[in-house]
């Protein structure tokens, strides 16, 4: 099989399946520390990832300003993250210089600082300092050194005391207590490598032969966890695997805060390849605002993060936030949520996501299967690729932590005679997988190239867990190719009904998938064809065992987002305006689609919000059990919103749809390809739609 990396280096492994995959608690990590804990509650407070442990330090603004404000703009930058403790004696470890990278080579960081030279604070136990080179210019180089006792009478003159540690002490003491080993004479071609006489390794006897990260005490990530000036932790956390930037890309993230309150958030960004991490944006929302966040600009190389290289987004924050990403690529538009994890909570294993179609129908047809790592641990990685008429296909690849990797599927050779595949992409540690597809309308390279009409574009989050025994998805309206494409991963055959709602007509059809195989039912054969022309429907499905379903536009035989399988009290959409052509005009028609899965009539209520200082419409909508709803952004007023609704098709907006029972919510773009998006869904609220609670 020719697979190639778009992107990166080619990592392709050997042609097996992961022997053993297991499911991880996605972000079980350390609890935040009680803020009782720190000296001042307005202080920043930093988290150092190792391998023993969580070690929270407090930076102390108050004590030495410069060397703290230093310490915070390198975490920020990505400075810290993969370095090792490089030297340790009785009394104090070394950090922050050195890390080894992907070629078990050793870099040395270069960023010369200016620090206090005014000394508060003594070098007394758990305290971290930075060192004074010039005490008339306060010149030091970023690096410090943790205090493993009282060092004051050694130390206090020459080392500026910046921080100290609140949490996680004894994951400190855990790598002092490791073997030291000479390395200063391993790294020939890095001559600063003589400070390398005494660093912590896991092993020293017999001497290893490999110098790679699996022997020093790496500090795996060093994150801000808490603001200045805040009393929040920033305990929440969504993710999107897409970012590319360069001179032909836009893209922008969205941020909205559904709450009353005001939030703080940070917007970091994961490199795939070399320094992995970067805070590009921090910030607060008030309650009910929005803020957008441009990082790319098309015609002008982003001065927020690095170009040509790609990367994942992470946004964390102290309250649930909810996040678009817009990014215009190849002359198509396309933007999808940010996926909320802990809104689903146990309820689905995140080490597996699966799509019922990422085949390529042209020569001009370009299709990037992406993944992150959402933990601190290495992962190995298995894409299976399914087809309707042959056996999966599989390949393997390694993913550090915190990274993210992909595939551009226009590069596989064997998908050239198929139309329609199936994937699922398996990790060793728990992942966010998403699909961004570019195709034209007229097929041929040529046109890619040098056709200025619009071309269609999509992007989709996958199917956490591998698929699900119930999933739900608007019809749009009959018309094109009306296929659905089922993806059955399983050990036997799936038995699935179709239900389709349509003018309160029920009816109902049933299809039958064998294993390890996709079935695309197009015509006739397909569900939609029971459907009347021209008019809305809901389309549902129920399984015996999980499946992954998708409808296929007819506009470039795409893919549009899966089933949605999960209800939510609560569903935000950041920037629904943003689905839209790439001048930023309005394209087709917008909407709303909502479904309501339970026994009972419910209510939801739907908020239109322009931010602070702006305008908001709000209403309410009746749904009775198991039936939908569009909400044509044009058509507000038959729902007795008067005058205000105009104005969406204008202004930024975001949406949000709270519910006396779970809801199923999209934004509904009506064009030639009927694209939709499912919203950030709000933390803890989701429930599979075959829950029982939901009868």
Excluded: C
Aim: hydrophobic share 40%; net charge negative; aromatic share 10%.
């Amino acid at each position: 099989m020719d697979i190639r990396a778009h992107t990166s280096p080619s990592r392709i492994g050997p042609w097996h399946s992961l022997e053993t995959l297991e499911a991880r608690v996605l972000l079980d990590g350390t609890p935040m520390p009680d803020l009782a804990l720190l000296e001042n509650p307005d202080n920043t407070v930093v988290r150092i990832a190792t391998e023993f442990g969580d070690v929270d330090i407090e930076l102390l603004a108050s004590d030495a300003p410069l060397a703290a404000l230093n310490f915070l703009e390198h975490t920020q930058a990505g400075d810290y993250g993969q370095t090792f403790v490089h030297y340790a004696d009785d009394f104090v470890l070394g950090a922050g210089l050195y890390r080894i990278n992907d070629q078990t080579e050793l870099h040395r960081r270069f960023s010369p600082s200016f620090i206090d030279t005014t000394f508060v604070r003594s070098n007394i136990a758990q305290t971290l300092a930075m060192p004074v080179f010039d005490a008339m210019t306060g010149e030091s180089n970023g690096s410090f050194i943790i205090n493993l006792e009282d060092n004051s009478l050694t130390r206090d003159g020459s080392w500026v005391v910046f921080a100290r540690i609140v949490q996680g002490f004894d994951a400190i003491e855990q790598i002092a207590a490791q073997p030291t080993l000479d390395l200063s004479q391993a790294f020939p071609n890095e001559p600063t490598a003589r400070w390398l006489s005494s660093t912590p390794v896991a092993t020293s006897d017999p001497a290893p032969s490999t110098l790679d990260n699996s022997l020093v005490s790496n500090f795996e990530s060093v994150s801000v966890i808490k603001q200045s000036d805040s009393s929040e932790f920033l305990t929440y956390r969504i993710y999107y695997p897409e970012g590319y930037s360069w001179e032909r890309v836009f893209e922008s993230v969205h941020l909205a805060n559904p709450g009353e309150t005001s939030l703080d958030y940070q917007v970091m960004v994961r490199y795939e390849v070399g320094q992995r991490d970067q805070t590009i944006a921090t910030g607060s929302l008030a309650g009910q605002d929005r803020v957008d966040l441009v990082v790319s600009e098309a015609d002008l190389p982003s001065t927020l993060v690095r170009n040509s290289v790609p990367y994942a987004y992470e946004i964390w924050s102290t309250a649930p936030i909810a996040a678009t990403l817009r990014h215009d690529d190849f002359r198509g538009a396309s933007t999808d949520a940010f996926y909320n994890p802990d809104a689903v909570g146990s309820a689905i294993d995140h080490t597996v996501w699966s799509f019922s179609q990422v085949g390529l129908e042209t020569s001009a047809s370009r299709s990037f299967l992406l993944w992150q790592n959402v933990s601190d641990q290495a992962a190995d990685v298995e894409i299976t690729f399914y087809y309707e008429d042959r056996a999966p296909e599989i390949m393997n690849r390694t993913l550090g932590a915190h990274r993210r990797d992909g595939l551009d599927l226009s590069l596989v050779a064997q998908f050239d005679d198929a139309a329609f595949i199936g994937a699922t992409v398996r990790a060793t540690q728990d992942i966010v997988a998403n699909l961004t597809r570019y195709d034209l309308r007229e097929a041929g390279v040529e046109a890619r190239l040098h056709d200025d009409n619009l071309h269609a574009a999509i992007a989709q989050l996958g199917t956490p867990g591998g698929g699900a025994t119930a999933g739900v998805t608007p019809g749009y309206t009959r018309g094109g190719l009306d296929a659905i494409a089922i993806l059955n991963t399983g050990q036997a055959d799936a038995n699935i009904t179709f239900t389709i709602i349509q003018n309160n007509v029920v009816e109902t059809v049933t299809a039958v998938v064998t294993p390890g195989r996709l079935l695309v039912l197009e015509g006739e054969a397909s569900p939609l064809s029971v459907a009347q022309h021209g008019q809305e429907f809901t389309l549902r499905y129920d399984a015996d065992i999980p499946v992954t379903v998708a409808t296929v536009t007819s506009g470039f035989r795409g893919t549009s987002p899966p089933f949605a399988i999960f209800a939510s009290t609560a569903t935000h959409f950041a920037e629904a305006r943003v689905i839209v052509t790439p001048s930023g005009s309005p394209s087709g028609q917008q909407a709303l689609w909502l479904y309501n899965p339970s026994g009972s009539q419910s209510t939801a209520t739907i908020t239109f919000d322009f931010g602070v200082g702006g305008t908001a419409t709000i209403f309410d909508l009746i749904l009775e059990p198991g039936h939908g709803e569009f909400i044509r952004l044009t058509q507000l007023d038959q729902f007795g919103v008067e005058g205000e609704y105009e104005l969406i098709l204008t202004d930024p907006y975001s949406v949000s749809v709270e519910s006396m029972t779970p809801f199923v919510v999209q934004a509904i773009q009506f064009s030639d390809d009927g694209v939709s998006e499912i919203g950030t869904l709000a933390s803890e609220t989701a429930v599979l739609l075959d829950d029982p609670s939901l009868s």
